[in-house]
């Protein structure tokens, strides 16, 4: 089992910074693929960033540019570095974990934390 708990949400203003994280706890190894997800009011959750243990990464292109995950393997941890936030950047963003064992994935998940870009 994995636990996932994420810090670092708030209130920013527009084109501010934020930086979340997420400190993972359990059988984490470096070919998992840690991730942040988000979702907004009434829309789907969507694929913000991710990355794998070698360092590879994913950005949706809403925030290429702007934002930059990293990880930790060794304290297991990844954050998120959120510049020139906008309005449309309001979300609760989860943290996220995909394993694949024994060819069978499994996808964990925090609690969420809410962020939101306003005047």
């Not at 998992?32 to 949706?60: H, K």
């Amino acid at each position: 089992q994995v636990q996932l708990v994420e810090s670092g949400g708030g209130l920013v203003q527009p084109g501010g910074s934020l930086r979340l994280s997420c400190a993972a706890s359990g059988s984490i190894f470096n070919n998992d693929v840690m991730g942040w997800y988000r979702q907004a009011p009434g829309e789907q959750r969507e694929l913000v960033a991710s990355i794998n243990g070698g360092g590879t990464t994913e950005y949706a292109d809403s925030v290429k540019g702007r934002f930059t995950i990293s990880r930790d393997n060794a304290k297991k941890t990844v954050s998120l570095q959120m510049n020139s936030l906008s309005p449309e950047d309001t979300a609760v963003y989860y943290c996220n974990v995909n394993q694949w064992r024994w060819g069978i994935p499994t996808n964990y998940w925090g609690q969420g934390t809410q962020v939101t870009v306003s005047s």
